[in-house]
């Protein structure tokens, strides 16, 4: 399993952005140290609260020079036409790829906000076939040399996409996926999905697993494939020495779930493509035990109780998890994200390697002595009917 720690550069009243940008730079180092394999933030626009990074393109190469393992993954790249022009993502994506040497990955959306897509005037009602198009754009042009295209909203002669990735066939792609529908699309056109976020509990991110892969066994793809089940803890991860002192210190974060989600009732009235979203008006943000065990929303407590909760996704088939860290003090995220990767992470990593107790590995050699010595007899015994010839 990957673990991809996600930061939105969320900041504080009181707190500059460029504060918190400086912040965000050193929980992306030593999320590359403990062991993280991935950092991803969202693109958000005119966003109040939450998130304040709207330009990750220029933000990752940044880091990447700061880094020499961790990937980037765009959590995501939103592909209204209005917002993004495909192509122009192409190129920036396989920029990125050459200055990271190959650590690029391109998560993509249609935008989850009333801010932002009204902001960039996106027609809710056309953004989903502008996103899909988008994908077959952009794989095209890193795959074909030349490249066209003809769509509803895209339209592109015969080119040359330069500078060209430097990742066969071509970075991963992946797609945002709310809903079973967008599971089926995603696994439909061969690309990852990255699910969950609606805080709706377990069994429909299982369900989303189980209908990904059913989906993705039973289609043919022209394209080359880059599957992969991503899910996303959306509310947050936070890891603290006693799974007490993490719930006290995480329940800010049912405020940031609650502001984060504002807008999903009224998107799943301005278009059938997010109906889906209505759902999240049923949820009782308040509801510490369900936000915190049953929503999906959350992995909080001490190393062991986020081992557990990491687990149940590892039996379900998940690739890669989604860690949103953001949103708490700087310090706290900190400490979450060196827990996280010094005691969480190596033990679905490097199990063998982790140090146990001695009066553990005592309790397993003891109970060995005996076949041991049968196997020294035997060996002897052996040894001295050879001599004896």
Same mark, same amino acid.
């Given at each position: ?11 504080? *009243? #009181? ?22 394999? =991935? ?5 958000? !626009? ?18 990447? &020079? ?15 036409? $209005?917002?993004?022009? &495909? ?16 650590? *690029?990955?391109?998560?993509? #959306? ?7 897509? $009204?902001?960039?005037?996106? /027609? ?7 996103? $899909? ?7 095209? =042009? ?7 295209? *003809? ?22 792609? +992946?797609? &945002? =996926?709310? +809903? ?87 998107? +799943? ?31 909080? #407590? ?6 557990? !909760? ?25 400490? +979450? ?14 199990? $063998? ?10 309790? /397993? ?6 076949? !041991?010595?049968? =196997? ?14």
């Amino acid at each position: 399993m990957d673990f991809i720690l996600m930061t939105e550069g969320d900041t504080p *009243v #009181g707190l500059t952005h460029e504060h918190r940008y400086r912040e965000l730079i050193e929980e992306v180092l030593l999320a590359e140290r403990v062991g993280f394999d =991935a950092f991803g933030s969202s693109e958000q !626009h005119v966003a109040l609260g939450t998130a304040s990074v709207s330009a990750p393109e220029v933000l990752y190469p940044y880091l990447m &020079a700061l880094t020499s393992r961790i990937r980037f993954i765009h959590l995501v790249t939103l592909l209204p036409t $209005r917002m993004n022009h &495909a192509l122009r993502v192409a190129e920036r994506v396989a920029t990125e790829d050459i200055l990271s040497n190959g650590r *690029v990955e391109l998560g993509t #959306g249609r935008g989850n906000t009333t801010l932002a897509l $009204r902001a960039f005037e996106v /027609d809710p009602s056309e953004n989903k076939a502008q996103w $899909r198009e988008g994908i077959e754009l952009i794989r095209s =042009a890193f795959l074909n040399d030349v490249f066209s295209y *003809v769509g509803e909203h895209y339209k592109i002669p015969p080119r040359s996409l330069v500078p060209k990735p430097l990742q066969g066939p071509y970075p991963p792609i +992946s797609a &945002a =996926a709310g +809903s079973p529908s967008s599971v089926e699309t995603a696994a439909t056109m061969g690309i990852g999905a990255i699910m969950g976020g609606l805080y709706l509990g377990f069994d429909l991110v299982e369900n989303m697993l189980k209908l990904y892969d059913k989906t993705l066994a039973a289609t043919h793809h022209p394209y080359p494939i880059t599957p992969r089940k991503m899910v996303a803890i959306a509310g947050g991860m936070h890891c603290a020495q006693t799974t007490a002192q993490a719930r006290t210190e995480a329940k800010p974060l049912f405020e940031m779930a609650k502001l984060s989600t504002d807008a999903y009732e009224r998107l +799943s009235k301005l278009s059938q493509d997010y109906a889906y979203m209505g759902a999240v008006k049923d949820i009782d943000f308040n509801d510490e035990e369900y936000m915190f065990e049953r929503s999906q929303g959350f992995i909080v #407590g001490d190393p062991d109780h986020c081992i557990q !909760h990491v687990q149940r996704y590892a039996d379900m088939g998940a690739d890669a998890l989604v860690l949103r860290v953001d949103s708490l003090p700087h310090h706290q995220l900190l400490r +979450s994200i060196e827990l996280f990767g010094k005691y969480v992470i190596p033990h679905f990593k490097n199990p $063998r390697n982790i140090v146990r107790p001695a009066d553990d590995v005592l309790a /397993d050699i003891r109970p060995a002595r005996p076949a !041991h010595e049968e =196997a020294l007899r035997q060996y002897h015994a052996n040894h001295t009917k050879e001599t004896a010839r």
